[in-house]
């Protein structure tokens, strides 16, 4: 499968990278500038450089799938809104447009509910929380993934993963995360559905089937 990583030169974007290639994927990594690609490469991936703020169509031309993990830099609410909304829009579009039919969008917990949170936070949450909205009405095999809070403890391989969590708080590790993005990508079981987690008692594989 070729597979458009967006947020690649991120933490948790890289371990997805490598996850994938591990997997025989093509993968081609989205990076806004050239000079964040040197170790994406050594990894095997192709690099894709292109800003989220500007035109992004040609990124997933013969791509089968983009998993998006951008999150913007600033604390800037038109940056926030131009990368984590306006961007992840413009992708799905152009699936849409190219025939890109599976789309995992990195998400938050705390996305659905933005009210509850405050300051800069709250702009991150309500960006994404619209742009969930967006992929809820596209016509792709889509799966919002809303992680805990990121940690760097060593994987576990074990997580919890619901629908909805009830709750605000809860942490995974940034590898174990990475991972059951990984094992999403081909699990028609997550197509067109929202996935809450956080490290549990499951293994990823056994949580992400049970829907």
């Keep these: 499968m070729n597979v458009l990583v967006v947020g690649a030169y ?14 025989d994927h093509r993968v081609l ?14 990894l095997g991936a ?9 035109s992004v ?26 990368v984590e909304r306006d961007g992840l829009i413009k992708l799905i579009e152009a699936c849409e447009s190219n025939a890109a039919e599976r ?14 949170a405050s300051g800069t936070e709250q702009m991150h949450l309500k960006a994404k929380g619209e742009a969930e909205e967006r992929l ?9 993934i809303r992680h805990g809070l990121l940690n760097n403890d060593p994987e576990s391989g074990m997580i919890i993963a619901k629908g909805d969590l009830k709750r605000t708080t809860g942490q995974i590790t940034r590898i174990d995360l990475a991972h059951t993005v990984a094992v999403a ?10 996935v809450e987690v956080i490290n549990g008692n499951r293994k990823i594989e056994e949580a992400l089937s049970q829907f």
């Design 103 to 116: 789309f995992i969008f990195v998400s938050q917990m705390g996305a659905n509910h933005p009210e509850k």
């Design 136 to 144: 809820r009405k596209s016509n792709l095999n889509y799966t919002i």
């Design 46 to 54: 192709d690099l894709v450089v292109a800003d989220l703020r500007q």
């Design 185 to 194: 990508l081909e699990n028609e079981h997550t197509y067109h559905r929202e």
């Design 29 to 42: 990594a989205m990076v806004q500038e050239e000079s964040q690609g040197g170790e994406l490469e050594k």
């Design 57 to 82: 169509e040609f990124a997933v031309e013969g791509c089968d799938a983009v998993i998006f993990a951008a999150k913007s830099n600033t604390d800037q609410q038109e940056d926030i809104f131009a």
């Design 10 to 23: 991120g933490q948790v974007g890289m371990q997805i990278v490598d996850l994938l290639l591990e997997e």
